[in-house]
Every structure is written in structure tokens, then in C-alpha cells.
């Protein structure tokens, strides 16, 4: 049963992985990562982190992913002539991407303790276990993400400030139907 | 009977390659981003799958520490592409070359 | 089959049962309740006081010719409307209806499944509600659907926020994500709208804006984006939305219900661990959810739309401020001991 889980959605997470890389259309490619962040989140769960599955579909699919579809049709990013880049590059990028995965085969394979884990346990996959860890242990690095966050929101919002907006109104937030930004015009026809 | 772990480090690896492809070949902005993701990801199985092999929390929480990461990478950067859109029009890597001597 | 799986498969059965007829009689209290309101009669032809008006509808939605626009994205185009009905319906799992029945020998809680992670996998889950609208205005090819869909993953995100920090305030003191662990421990200590009323009311705004009611429907927005994201859909499909809409409004409110309201109990009664406590703890929640499917009417024939920009302000720079204030507020009540814990 839990093999069987696993090879679905391990093929389903590779197939919409590949999908992301190679489809032309933005919108195409977004949402099949969202496809391979489900799937992914399956297997966390497989893997005995219920939380983390939840967090990644919560904060991932629910939160990151829908930023980049309102930049993506706030900006009208259209499948673009030629989105790959020249032969030679590809072939280079196909090689060293061979070389990551060969090194990473090997990493995987070469310590044959790590082919049978043990049963689940309920410390593992117990909340109050990963929460005691975290505000312990890792209370630091936890407030450190909290002033990386808080940093972040400051940058995006200083950056993707129109140069000499005024502060009261139309905020940035009004810039999709400003007809000097992004054109919002209807595709055209496609045979 | 239980998945062996190795199983999931070689998709994570088949996910990493595929997601590092992407990131070196594509040049739309958008698409290399998504790439990106798709890397993160694939350590983040990787993590979560040691954890599960030494039954430690640990990986787990590095997994939280990294999707915080990718939120911030991922308003900082695309507020870039939206003032680089304002500029130039395109979010095409190959045209972002006004630093290029 | 084994016995496990038919137990689960009856409580899904109920519960489905409840959510897939909200649509059709809220067709009929929503267009009554707006006549109410604006002192005329509403539908009046089709039955008693308009009482058949849902099945009127529903015949016209299936005889009506299915168009699809000859531009529009085909596989995004068919999957939105379909991906609407998906968190109401995925969802409403995790929401408990009664107290642990004996029936027959067999002890089982009244949820579908008590997951350890309850309330985090419900906001998972209905955040993914948001890529229904985004497909829908993006496939469609018309530049009034992209706008709306535009607002919809903006005010989605934006109200997101501030929903989920209220919830969070709430499990403080439970000291659990598991929604029977909600109800008991409001069961013991009192429902939480009355020490929590600053998360139940940003819960309750975040609500409408979360399932794009007046006065947030900024993605549909009929006066000025024709229809918003479903511009484009007709018939049947244009129906599985509108149930979509519906089944979302009453998964939040059993949401609300049950954090803020004590779900499926009442204070001072106990109901009886058998069938008949069953059949009251369902009625309590179905009454529950039923009251606040009426504010979600009232509110929508009262209010004016708000426009963009404000929405965007009263999200960011009021409801998460007060979001977080109540966080703070509630967490030192708990550590102070005001607030007692379920289980120290």
C-alpha cells in the first residue's frame, strides 16, 4: 500500500516537475508545480510529517504559488518565441545537470543502512515533539527567519513601489488596471 | 512493509536535475524562478526523508526554515521583476544587461 | 468491505448530504431575503411563496445550451469549474458533527476523520480554492475575467493572512489543531466568541472576503466586470461555481461555528452518546451554519462594495494588525492563567 502511494505520486511529482521545466505558457508551468507541491506534500506525510505536508500546501500551494500567478497576469507574461536558450547551452545544461544527479546517486546508494528504516514512531510524528524542538533548540534561527521575513516585506514593497507614488491613493495594488503598466489585452487567436 | 529511504533521495535527485535544467536553460525570469522552487523542494524531500531515517526533528525543521526562505526569496523577487517590467518591458534574463560592459 | 470503512463512508455520507443542498435552498433564501430587504416580493410564482424556485433554476441550468467561447485555454477552461466544488467538499472531513456514539458495540467520534493536524490541513486545503478563479479568469480570454482573477488571488492571499492568525489565537489555549478538541474545551470553559471577540470578528470579515460575498465581491463585481472570473460560463458549469460559492460559504461557517460557537454543542446540555445524540449534535451545527449563511444575506443586501484599494488597506492595515494584537492579547491571558488551558 504505502509502495503503491509512494510510485503514484513519486511519477506524478517527476511528470509535472518536467511539465514546470519545459512548457511554454507560464500559466501552464505554474500550475503544474503546484501539482508537484502536492505531490511532494504526500510524501511528507508518507514520510511521517503530517505538519510539514500541511505547512507546505498551506504556505507553498496556497500562498507563494498564487504570487507568482498574480505576477504572472499582472505583468501579461505571454509563451514567448524561442523561451530556451541556444543549443550548446542546452547541451552543457544537460550535462552538468547528468553530473548532479549521478552525484547524488551515488550519495544515495553508497550507504546501504539507510535502506530499511524502522516503524513510525509516535515521537517522530507527534507535534508536540517538532514544536518542543523548535522553540528550543532552534529558538535562534526561528527569529532570525522572523527578521528575515519582516526584511523581505520591507524590500518587496520598496521595491515594487512606483518611483514617486504618492503615499495616500491609488496604491501599487491599483497598477493592473492602470493603462501605463502591464496591458491587460485578450490573447490572440491561436490556430 | 516500508519504502526504503534511498528511494526518495533518488527522486529527490531526479527532481533536483530537473529543476537545475530548467534554472540554466530557460530565460524567462517567471520560469527560472519556478525552477528554482522546484529545487528547493527536492532538498526539502531529502531533509524530510533523513529525518525520518534517524528519527529526529531536525530535518523537519530545517524544511520550515527553507520554505520561509523561498516565501522572502520569492516577494523579493518577483517586486524585482515588476519594477524591471515598469522599465524595460520584458522580464526576458538575456535582455537584463545593463550592467554588461 | 471492511466495517471501518462503512463507518466513515455514512458520516461522509451525512455531511455531504448537508453541503451539496445548500445551494439549492439558499437560491430561495438569498433572492427571498433580498426582497425581504428591499421591500418587495421576491420569487412568488413557482410553488408556495416560491418555494420550487431551486428546482426552476435547476432545470433551466441542465436544458440550457452549454456554449465554450471558441478562444478560451480548453483544459483550464473545463478543470476551474470543477476545482470550485473541491475545498467545500474535501474539507467538511474535518468538521465534527456530534459527540463519541456508542451504536451496535461500536465507540466511534462523529468527524470523518479526526486528523492530528485538523485545523491546519482545513486552512491548507480551502487555500487552494483560490487557482478555481484564477483558471477560470485566465482560460477565459477576456480581459474582465483576467481582472477579476487578478483581484481574486491578490484579495485571497491578502485576507488569508489575517484568517489564519485569528484561528490560531483560538488553538492557544486548546492546545491542539484537532477541532473535537476545540468543541470540548469549549464545552468545559464557555464558547471562545466571548473572550476571543476580536478573532471572531476578524474572522467574521476575513469570512466574506475569503468567499468573494458583497461587500468583497471585488472579483465578480457585476457593475463593473459584467460577471468577473465566470464572465464566461454558462449552463451547468456556470451552476457547479455557484454551488461552489455556496458550499464554501457554509465550510467556513461550520469553521466558525466551531471554533467561536461550539460547534455542534450547546452550554449546560449534554447530549447522550448514542443516535439520538448524534441526530442533535448535526441539527445544533446545521442550525449553527444556518444562522450564519443568513448574516452572509443580510450582510450582502445591506452593505455597498468596497473599492480596491480600501480592501486592500482594511486587510493589510487593520484586520492583520488587529489579527495580531488578539494573538498577543489571547497567549498572555493563557500564560497569566485567565484563559485555562484543556489539558496542562
Redesign the interface.
Known sequence: M??LI?VIF?AL??GS??V???HRS??Y???S??L??FS?AV??V???????G??????????????????????N?QQ?E????RRS??L???I???I??LG??W???RQTT????????E?????K??AS??FTD?LL?FEI?GL??L???I???V??R?PGAETN???D?????DPS??P????E??S | MSVPISWYLLLSAVLFAIGAIGALTRRNGISIFLSIELMLNAANLTLVAYARQWNQHTGQIIVFFVMAVAAAEAAVGLALFIAVFRQRRTIDVNRMNLLQG | MNSDLIVTLIKYAVMFAVFINVAPIMVWVERRGAGLIQDRPGPNRVGPIGLFQPLADALKFMFKEDVTPALVDKPLYLIAPVLALMPAFTTLVLIPFGPTITVGGRTTPLVVTNADTGVLLFLAISSLGVYSLVMAGYASNNKFSLIGSIRASAQLISYELALTVSVLAVLIPVNSFRLTDVVAYQQRYGWNCLPQILGCLVFLIAAFAETNRLPFDLPEAESELIAGFHTEYGAMRFALFFQGEYSNMAALSALGATLFFGGWSLPFIHYPHNLLGAVLGLLTLVAKIAIAMAVFVWVRWTFPRFRYDQLMRLGWKFLLPLAIVNLILVAALTVAGVLKPLNP
Open positions: 504505502e509502495t509512494f513519486a511529482a517527476v516537475g518536467v514546470v521545466v519545459v507560464p500559466i508551468a505554474t500550475l508545480l503546484v508537484t507541491l511532494m510524501l511528507f508518507l514520510l511521517g510529517a503530517p505538519f510539514v500541511a505547512v507546505q500546501i498551506l504556505v507553498y500551494a496556497g500562498a507563494i504559488v498564487v504570487l507568482f500567478l498574480f505576477v504572472i497576469m499582472l505583468l507574461v514567448e524561442g523561451a530556451h536558450a547551452a542546452q552543457v545544461a544537460a552538468l545537470g547528468a548532479v544527479f547524488m546517486f550519495l544515495a546508494f539507510l535502506r530499511a528504516p524502522g516503524p513510525l514512531t515521537e517522530l510524528v507527534s507535534l515533539g517538532l524542538a523548535l532552534y534561527p527567519v528575515l521575513l526584511v523581505a516585506v524590500g518587496a514593497t521595491a515594487a512606483r491613493a491609488p496604491q495594488d491599483y497598477v493592473a488596471e503598466s502591464g491587460v489585452l485578450p490573447r487567436v491561436r
